[in-house]
């Protein structure tokens, strides 16, 4: 008898925490490393957030809560969704969970049977797939192109949906291409949907504070209001807070899936930490004048990036219009040599000896299900980026 479960052999660990571990495991060699490969605000967590959580700790807050989070936190997040995008959702209807992820994870696995498809735009998230597969469901992925400015064609979504598409992903700004969708980006695919009935959407918006050039995103029920019946919008803390590792996601969802997903919360991790709900609740009924001024921190670090890389023989950047990442094309170094002596056969080996020659991490393309292309973070300091471009500069000039 096996001792590892079938179900987990349909999973990778996650390839972005793996490459930036090995970047770790190098830095603590003594070797030049700068890390441009985890998706993580390098902002701290605002100083009005961290003392609302040690009032927490002062006043006792430690004891179990309701599984799906406390009321007044429930009630943050309901307003939230109705100042930042006119949604409006009753305490019932949100749960609040470990991270965006275990909100993923939950809808999939209170909802997904052997056999349902979930329909995935790509390049994506890394662990999208994963999940629908560990819930025994079928991922579908639906190719985005760069021509497309990356983002999903109504065309496209129409043709990859069958008899067994149960839900459909869409993240924006998106992971790892920074492309967001704007309500006229989302109508034409918000009436393909109307025409299905029997789908239901998981919008990821976790990235919706951080767009740039004055560009206004959207959701699917912002757009379409009839939608909302069958439509999970997920957000969180972690990236326009800064507070990754405080791990509070939540979402907004019609009540008979928010209580399966509290059932199932309930016998997985019960309620998130108490203290780290107390932060949160500050961070979403707070001051909010700190995201612009990290949105225009990372205009200025997107703007320096995509310039320095579109200087890199053989690279290709598009300039996104949201979150902290760039996803540049790198199939015309495929088929060279680095100066090390590496075949680049794909672009798993070109950030790997981007890595080992360079010391720049990055994330190849291929985790994302879009190869050809590598994802870089830039939510880093001014000059790491500066200077890790530079080596990538130099690492394509040397490349023959």
């Given amino acids: 008898m096996d001792l590892i479960a079938a179900r987990l052999n349909k999973v990778s660990p996650s390839q972005t925490i793996a490459i930036s571990t090995k970047a770790r495991a190098l830095k603590a060699a003594g070797k030049d490393i700068i890390s441009l490969s985890a998706g993580e605000p390098d902002f701290d967590t605002p100083q009005n957030i961290k003392d609302a959580a040690i009032r927490a700790i002062a006043e006792g807050q430690t004891k179990y809560t309701d599984v799906a989070g406390t009321l007044p936190l429930r009630r943050a997040v309901a307003e939230r969704f109705r100042l930042d995008s006119g949604l409006d959702y009753t305490p019932d209807e949100i749960i609040v969970s470990t991270g965006g992820k275990q909100v993923i994870y939950n809808a999939m696995v209170a909802t997904m049977n052997p056999g349902d498809e979930a329909i995935i735009p790509a390049p994506c998230w890394v662990s999208y797939p994963d999940i629908v597969a560990l819930a025994d469901g079928t991922p579908v992925i639906v190719p985005c192109p760069a021509e497309t400015g990356f983002k999903l064609r109504a065309g496209d979504l129409e043709a990859a949906i069958t008899p067994r598409t149960k839900w459909f992903f869409l993240n924006s700004p998106n992971n790892p291409t920074g492309a967001a969708y704007s309500a006229e980006d989302l109508r034409p695919?918000?009436?393909?949907?109307?025409?299905?009935?029997?789908?239901?959407?998981?919008?990821?918006?976790?990235?919706?504070?951080?767009?740039?050039?004055?560009?206004?995103?959207?959701?699917?029920?912002?757009?379409?209001?009839?939608?909302?019946?069958?439509?999970?919008?997920?957000?969180?803390?972690?990236?326009?807070?800064?507070?990754?590792?405080?791990?509070?996601?939540?979402?907004?969802?019609?009540?008979?899936?928010?209580?399966?997903m509290n059932k199932l919360q309930s016998q997985s991790t019960s309620g998130t930490c108490s203290i780290s709900q107390a932060a949160a609740l500050e961070a979403l009924s707070g001051p909010q004048d700190f995201i612009g001024d990290m949105v225009q921190a990372y205009q200025g670090r997107r703007d320096l990036v995509v310039s320095m890389l579109n200087q890199a023989k053989g690279l290709r950047c598009q300039k996104p219009e949201g979150a902290f990442y760039v996803y540049p094309s790198l199939e015309d170094c495929l088929g060279k040599v680095s100066a090390g002596g590496t075949a680049l056969v794909d672009d798993e080996a070109f950030v790997t000896a981007l890595l080992e020659e360079e010391g720049v991490a990055a994330v190849h393309g291929a985790a994302f299900m879009f190869p050809g292309h590598f994802r870089i973070s830039y939510a880093t300091d001014t000059d790491s980026l500066r200077e890790a471009c530079a080596r990538i500069q130099r690492f394509c000039a040397g490349l023959r």
């Fill in 189 to 260: 695919i918000c009436d393909v949907l109307l025409r299905h009935p029997d789908i239901w959407i998981f919008t990821d918006d976790i990235y919706d504070k951080l767009v740039y050039d004055g560009f206004v995103p959207a959701t699917i029920v912002q757009v379409e209001p009839r939608l909302r019946d069958r439509t999970v919008t997920m957000n969180g803390v972690s990236k326009a807070y800064a507070m990754t590792g405080w791990r509070i996601g939540f979402s907004g969802a019609p009540a008979v899936l928010t209580r399966a």
